[in-house]
């Protein structure tokens, strides 16, 4: 767990503290978490999703991955529900449409309390002017492949 999911971790088990309710945090390793017997055996797990920018992709992948904490975490009532939904994507030629099924299923999560996001992390880069063709790829690293250098033009 990084040090930013620990101090995380710590604030909420302050937090239950104060209403009486007692949380044991026990930090693991990604490759040891995302074993199914060791999620099913949570009751509560913190961890970050990182995503990518093909918002269906992203949604299908926390959703059928038996490994995904978050679709083994869910009542049986929200993943059948979920579930229809991944059918509607599925029958779906429209891309917009498609999105707007995984906002409606995102919706639907957190309604029913079936996914909890603490914050969203939003990155921001700053690079000499001279710099064009920057992006950053999900986890926040610029792709060197498109970078290259504008040329000067006082020379």
């Not at 971790?9 to 040891?32: D, H, N, P, R, T």
């Not at 970050?48 to 009532?77: G, P, T």
């Amino acid at each position: 767990m990084n040090a930013s999911l620990e101090h995380n971790a710590q604030w909420i088990k302050k937090q239950c503290s104060a209403f009486g309710i007692a949380i044991e945090i026990i930090v693991l390793e990604y490759e040891e978490l995302i074993q199914p017997a060791v999620i099913d055996q949570a009751d509560m797990i913190l961890a970050n999703a990182i995503v990518n920018d093909d918002v269906e992709m992203s949604f299908l992948r926390v959703m059928l991955d038996d490994r995904s904490l978050v679709r083994r975490h869910l009542f049986d009532s929200i993943r059948i529900r979920v579930s229809e939904l991944i059918t509607d994507m599925q029958r779906e030629p429209s891309s917009a449409r498609r999105k707007e099924i995984v906002h409606h299923a995102e919706r639907l999560l957190f309604d029913e309390c079936g996914l909890l996001f603490l914050y969203h992390l939003k990155q921001t880069s700053y690079y000499h002017p001279m710099l064009f063709g920057v992006r950053l790829n999900p986890y926040g690293w610029v792709d060197f492949r498109d970078l290259a250098l504008k040329p000067d033009q006082n020379a």
